[in-house]
């Protein structure tokens, strides 16, 4: 309990920060540029039109109709590395989000494989949803128009009793997001057991799929942490067809300028290969050859990441050092292993006005109940806190003012109840 002189401490501290006039931003989970410097060498690959051939003697500098889906040595290169059969992997352009979309939009137009019809025809169509989570998966099928249920994320992955219930008793569910290493935000990885049921789950939807967003399956912060072949757990349970699987090399070379796949069973792809001949004659192949030749093979893209996780193991000590000091009895938070964020839990009705409090200092965080559907934190409590972008000094200011900010909030709370 904080007193009236504790109460007016804070203030005058908070007021001492915001009259700094500062402009950080941590909004986002951006590689800062030290991390993207590490890949500059890359644009140095391809500097003669001999450079610019596949090993079978295809031009990437033109139309290749039979190579749509992707260059052998990209597919190559992301088997390797994510230890999926190549014939299983689509490799797109720059953004797995936009695969995600495209995915979501043709399961809507066209249905799925055991589809009875076209998602879009049927009286209610549902996705569950594990919180807190990513907004920009939430995005995508709040503007298809699909509803989302939320399921508690637990330190294991999401509520499995409850996933199972849900998709054993309702048709209408045909769809769930994953991020099963290093969730956003929460930095949770699926265990064994969880991704063996989601495998194996049984869904009143013939035609329901996971979404299985892989996006950090490679950012290991410390030693490597393994995770459970989600295509062998679905083909050992039966199931072969469930899951669609997204991953890119966003945050591993450029933000924005990188190479993104999608893979699925065989029969999936023949439907979505049938739909995709007609949307694209084929992603950009240069900037695929471009990635392969310079990292080579799975083993360059490891000694990538050491090098990622050297720059950004201090930002994460840095805002993990603070909260431990500063927050402790206050509020909770992950202690992730890897990935970009940190979810922070301020105490339950204080989370917007954190933000606020941020926002009014000079300080941009992601909004409040972003990690949820809709932007609705029933409990109105966590924050997305993204170390990765700023310096460690900016960083260090930045959660400092966060953490009076949090205090701030929690002792006005008290002071009104």
């Not at 190579?67 to 352009?93: C, H, M, Q, S, T």
């Not at 292993?337 to 339950?348: A, E, H, K, M, Q």
């Amino acid at each position: 309990m904080v007193d009236k002189k504790g109460i007016a401490a804070l203030r005058e501290q908070y007021e001492a920060y915001r009259a700094k006039g500062l402009k950080l931003n941590m909004a986002r989970g951006i590689p800062c540029t030290e991390q993207i410097d590490l890949s500059q060498p890359m644009l140095s690959t391809m500097l003669s039109a001999a450079d610019c051939h596949t090993s079978g003697g295809v031009d990437c500098r033109t139309y290749a109709g039979a190579l749509f889906d992707g260059i052998p040595e990209a597919k190559d290169f992301f088997a390797e590395i994510y230890n999926i059969p190549r014939d299983n992997i689509i490799v797109g352009g720059n953004s797995s989000l936009n695969m995600m979309y495209d995915t979501v939009a043709r399961a809507m137009l066209y249905g799925v494989v055991g589809s009875p019809a076209p998602w879009c025809r049927r009286e209610h169509v549902k996705f569950l949803c594990p919180v807190p989570g990513y907004d920009r998966h939430f995005k995508v099928t709040q503007s298809l128009g699909i509803e989302m249920i939320n399921v508690d994320l637990g330190e294991d992955g999401p509520d499995m009793d409850t996933v199972e219930r849900l998709v054993a008793e309702d048709d209408s569910i045909v769809g769930m997001w994953c991020v099963p290493k290093y969730s956003n935000p929460s930095g949770v990885v699926y265990s064994p057991e969880t991704v063996r049921r989601l495998a194996a789950m049984k869904t009143a939807a013939p035609d329901f799929r996971l979404f299985w967003d892989n996006a950090y399956g490679v950012h290991d912060l410390y030693e490597p942490v393994e995770l459970t072949d989600i295509f062998e757990a679905c083909r050992a349970a039966g199931n072969d067809n469930r899951v669609f699987y997204f991953a890119s090399t966003s945050k591993i070379s450029f933000p924005g300028a990188g190479v993104a796949i999608m893979a699925a069973s065989p029969e999936n792809l023949r439907q979505i290969k049938s739909v995709l001949t007609i949307q694209t004659i084929g992603a950009d192949k240069l900037n695929q050859l471009r990635h392969v030749r310079y990292f080579r093979d799975a083993e360059g893209v490891r000694a990538q990441m050491r090098r990622h996780a050297a720059i950004l193991r201090p930002k994460f000590d840095i805002v993990l050092r603070t909260f431990e000091r500063e927050l402790t009895g206050i509020a909770t938070w992950g202690n992730p292993r890897g990935g970009y964020f940190i979810s922070l839990n301020v105490p339950d009705g204080c989370a917007k006005r954190v933000f606020q409090l941020m926002r009014d200092a000079g300080v941009t965080i992601t909004d409040a109940g972003a990690t949820y559907p809709y932007g609705k934190d029933p409990r109105d409590r966590n924050l997305r806190i993204a170390p990765t972008y700023p310096s460690c000094d900016e960083l260090q200011t930045a959660i400092d003012i966060l953490c009076v900010c949090v205090k701030l909030a929690a002792a006005e709370k008290e002071e009104q109840a």
